[in-house]
């Protein structure tokens, strides 16, 4: 900015707390031309820019208290700027941002009005993820979220998954198993500090009325909670589509293309050989799209030498097909693919990438790609691609704009090339994860299985969510099976039974069920778990039967499936309060496991030896409890004893059974026991993150300190607990705690309060289909 429109931008902003306008700079500084010339250099209308300048000369007059006009600026300015004049205020701007003062302007100003849900509106390519992106790390916000919304419908992220990743990995919290439960955290959370939330290219999720389509309609309930007047947070969604759901409240602001000179600047900083004439036409061909001005200078810079006139001389006559940008990427596309195949090759390939959960791929995830070029040439393949403009780079980490996205997944589909370069990215996802630390290596880890569906390979995607790893608690798990530890599997409730559906009845068919049945439990819906474990110990079975010929492993591998399944029977039933049953269940797993006669459902798989012999301990724990409730005390304390020789501490591997353990020595009155046990089980969750555990350890202290009249503080841990378990939406325990906690209000001769949480206890039960559990708690309450 030249001295005199320097000073003249200070002292307007000074007198009225607005800056000069990107159009009126211009008219400043090129009072020399007419104003049908200022106008093809910025992009609008002669009557537009005379009435900008009509309003201009107005207010410059009344604050320079004479007369000003388009001829005499000249004369004018000198007399009033100081000869030590230094500008006092620099004008609001981004760095690494051309362009988008008035933009930015704009966002201020309709942030400051409490418009606080903005929709960057405009044609792809414009600049709304950069400016949106910009300005959100910009405006000091304690946290900025980002949901990069995926080109294609089919590869959209669930909300339900959003939301659970931004409580785990922003907000340190746990989900609820259902969308509501989160929701309800993460609004807690929003009024409690500024967050800025990005939501970008949102037009995939919309339908042709600007409505969220059907399989995607919760993201209502998300923005509703986002735009909330009561929270501090500011949300810029970017789309090229006009957003219409009625129940949102939100601004649109369309973003329009770059000015002619955001154009000048930007190719001047590329070090273009600039010729003013050819550089207007062009600018005035594409509309001032952002992205149109990044790929023609890389085009230039890499094809012409920095030649802008020769490159447009060339290309001029293609006009009206080149303003188009979906059109210009194609052709650019075409050129790679003439002067550079490897490099063209690379970025077909790289649109089998989401670009989500990661949303930037790191430079060997192109290496993966590259399996046909030879070492010494994959460097200069990526470096062509960002040169061009046809890749977006930061740190070692690449990605693709949308629209190159969606030209470089065209042509891949088109291509034979399709199948294999999906089977190299999964093995890629598959191979960066080698053990799982925190909730973004598993989801890193999942990236595979998209992979795997997006080529109709469901067998192949079942083994990503059977793939097991040493995780955080040192557990060698399943990646469904940790994605479940770390509350991320929700989504997995709708995705399992695709697959069960898709592949045929082997192995990995009984363990989806296994794993299927353990989110079912935990959700409530102990119906359909018991359904799924008898699938999975079924199918086991007859896997066994049916193969002529095992090697050790894999009878080892059918059997752990069936003793496993037993187990979580018995446990499910226990939750159902049908002590019986669940007793037979353990019963028979033991007397597989030790090759004796059960006192319940026989089994295939009867061995000789005691490889399992870990899930029969498993086993005698849970029948010792499940005989403490019947009330045979002296068998369940016998057993509990064996039991704790066998365990001697609580450990990620057995926290859960060793709290088990403690509630059967509350059960048969070894109070100090028990206190010791669920005091070591807390020493261990307390620090890993072991929500369910920790709640259902606080309600066994609860329970030995009322026995011993410790009213005060039974309450106070079942308090406690009962806020934990609501955090994560655990229904089967959270029922039992508002039934233990009923039970300490009757103590305290609090009718009202103890019938409340009894009536909150059946509601539960009852939603569980859980009848003996009911009869339980009414029988209590009438007490």
Not at 127 to 143: E, R
Not at 313 to 326: I, M, Q, W
Not at 498 to 516: A, K, P, T
Not at 603 to 623: F, N
């Amino acid at each position: 900015m030249i001295a005199n429109t320097a000073w003249l931008d200070d002292l307007v902003f000074r007198k009225t707390g607005d800056r000069i306008s990107e159009l009126q700079l211009l008219i400043l500084e090129r009072c020399d031309q007419t104003y049908l010339e200022i106008a093809d250099a910025y992009g609008c209308t002669e009557g537009h820019a005379k009435d900008v300048g009509s309003a201009l000369w107005k207010l410059l007059s009344e604050l320079l208290g004479e007369k000003v006009t388009k001829k005499n600026l000249g004369i004018i300015l000198p007399r009033h700027i100081p000869v030590d004049f230094k500008p006092s205020v620099e004008r609001p701007t981004l760095r690494g941002l051309v362009g988008r003062v008035e933009a930015i302007e704009c966002l201020n100003s309709l942030v400051g009005k409490g418009q606080k849900a903005i929709v960057l509106q405009g044609e792809g390519g414009v600049g709304k993820t950069a400016l949106a992106q910009k300005y959100l790390h910009s405006q000091g916000f304690d946290l900025v979220l980002e949901l990069l919304m995926a080109k294609e419908t089919t590869n959209i992220t669930s909300a339900e998954r959003v939301v659970e990743e931004w409580l785990q990995r922003d907000f340190n919290d746990e989900p609820g198993l259902e969308l509501g439960i989160s929701l309800g955290r993460l609004r807690r959370h929003l009024r409690q500090r500024r967050v800025g939330v990005l939501v970008d290219n949102l037009e995939p999720a919309l339908d042709h009325q600007g409505r969220f389509i059907e399989p995607h309609r919760h993201y209502v309930e998300l923005l509703r909670v986002l735009t909330e007047g009561q929270g501090q947070t500011v949300i810029l969604m970017t789309s090229c589509d006009r957003i219409s759901e009625a129940s949102l409240n939100v601004t649109h602001y369309r973003l329009p293309g770059l000015s002619y000179l955001a154009w000048q600047q930007f190719f001047e900083m590329g070090e273009l050989e600039i010729e003013t004439a050819s550089l207007q036409e062009m600018h005035h061909a594409y509309g001032g799209n952002a992205k149109a001005m990044r790929v023609l200078r890389g085009t230039i810079s890499e094809d012409y030498d920095g030649d802008l006139k020769s490159y447009w001389r060339d290309h001029r006559n293609d006009l009206l097909v080149a303003a188009d940008l979906k059109n210009l990427v194609a052709n650019q596309v075409n050129r790679l693919q003439h002067q550079a195949p490897e490099s063209y090759r690379l970025f077909c390939r790289l649109g089998c990438y989401r670009y989500q959960n990661p949303a930037t791929v790191p430079t060997a995830a192109l290496t993966t790609l590259l399996w046909d070029v030879p070492e010494a040439n994959r460097r200069q393949a990526m470096v062509s691609l960002r040169n061009r403009s046809l890749a977006d780079y930061h740190k070692g980490q690449y990605w693709l704009h949308p629209v190159l996205r969606a030209e470089a997944i065209a042509r891949l589909r088109n291509s034979d090339q399709w199948q294999a370069t999906n089977q190299a990215a999964a093995a890629y996802w598959t191979d960066s994860v080698d053990t799982i630390t925190q909730p973004q290596d598993a989801l890193q880890a999942l990236e595979a299985y998209y992979h795997y569906v997006a080529i109709d390979d469901y067998a192949a995607a079942a083994q990503v969510i059977l793939n097991s790893r040493t995780n955080q608690w040192n557990q060698y798990l399943s990646l469904g099976s940790t994605l479940y530890r770390f509350g991320l599997h929700q989504s997995l409730l709708t995705e399992i039974p695709v697959i069960l559906e898709r592949i045929g009845s082997d192995s990995s068919f009984s363990e989806l069920y296994n794993i299927l049945g353990d989110f079912y439990w935990t959700a409530g819906k102990i119906h359909a778990a018991i359904d799924c474990q008898k699938q999975a110990r079924e199918q086991a079975i007859q896997q066994y039967q049916a193969a002529e010929s095992l090697t050790s492993h894999q009878r080892y591998y059918l059997r752990m499936l069936e003793v496993d399944a037993l187990l979580s029977l018995g446990l499910y039933h226990i939750d159902l309060w049908e002590l019986e049953t669940a007793a037979g269940w353990f019963e028979a797993l033991v007397a597989m496991v030790y090759d004796r006669p059960a006192s319940a459902e026989g089994t295939a798989l009867a061995a000789t030896h005691t490889d399992h012999h870990r899930w029969a301990e498993k086993a005698s724990l849970c029948l010792a409890l499940a005989k403490s409730y019947q009330g045979q005390l002296q068998e369940a304390k016998s057993l509990a004893d064996t039991a704790y020789r066998q365990m001697s501490q609580a450990t990620g591997r057995s926290a859960y059974f060793m709290q088990i353990l403690g509630q059967t020595y509350v059960n048969v009155e070894c109070f100090e026991q028990a206190r010791l046990i669920f005091k070591q089980v807390l020493t261990h969750v307390e620090s890993s993150s072991y929500t369910q555990i920790q709640a259902k350890t606080l309600i066994g202290l609860a329970d030995i300190n009322r026995r011993q009249g410790e009213l005060t503080a039974a309450l106070r841990q079942q308090q406690q607990a009962l806020e934990l378990l609501q955090t994560i939406g655990a229904q089967c325990d959270l029922a039992e705690a508002w039934f233990q906690l009923g039970v300490t209000h009757q103590l305290q001769q609090r009718a009202d309060q103890s019938q409340d949480s009894f009536d909150q206890a059946i509601k539960l039960f009852t939603q569980m289909n859980a009848p003996q559990q009911v009869a339980k708690v009414t029988q209590q309450a009438r007490l």
